[in-house]
């Protein structure tokens, strides 16, 4: 099975998913890291890893469908079985994403559909909740809505800040996305009706 994992910056999720998948020998690999921006730090870790790496800066396009439909071709380019969002910032437009229909999934630091779009900690500490989270999800159209695949809780502590929330929450997605990233190699996701069933084997 063939990944191609889109950043937008750090890419600490995709080091982790990268690391997972040669620790654990999954019967995939990380055909190709993906940018938006030429200066993701992500993308160092990914050449040195010597996985090929692009850029497709959205800033090159005049609107979104033609950044979009650039982006297509080059995801494409390496024929993958499954396109990772890990820290993309870009918002995909229907029809790029209806082409990836079941076979893209993206990470959000929020227990969705509580707290969609940015600044989710922020959201969160506003609110008030005990408990945050993250959600590893498949891409749909509508902006942080699709399937669930996995979710992990994480406890809002007295004195948390959006940095010390963020920091406790990234830990657990570095636990989280390698293992729902493995159960779509290992063909066990089944998405029925908007919901997603984790088959206990293929
Ligand atoms: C993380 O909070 C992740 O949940 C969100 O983007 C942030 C940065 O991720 N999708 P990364 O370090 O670039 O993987």
Known sequence: RSIVILISGRGSNMQAIVRTAQTEQW?????????????????????????????VANKDYPDRAQFDAALRVVIDGFVPDLVVLAGFMRILTAPLVEHYAGRMLNIHPSLLPSFTGMATHRQ?????VKVHGVTVHFVTPTLDHGPIVAQVAVPVLEGDTEQSLEQRVLIEEHQLYPRAVRWFVENRLVIEDGRVRINADP
């Open 124 to 128: 969160a500490l506003e609110a008030g």
């Open 27 to 55: 019967p995939a690999r990380i055909v190709a890291v993906i940018s938006n921006r030429a200066d993701a730090e992500g993308l160092k870790f990914a050449a040195a890893q010597g996985i090929p790496t692009a850029v």
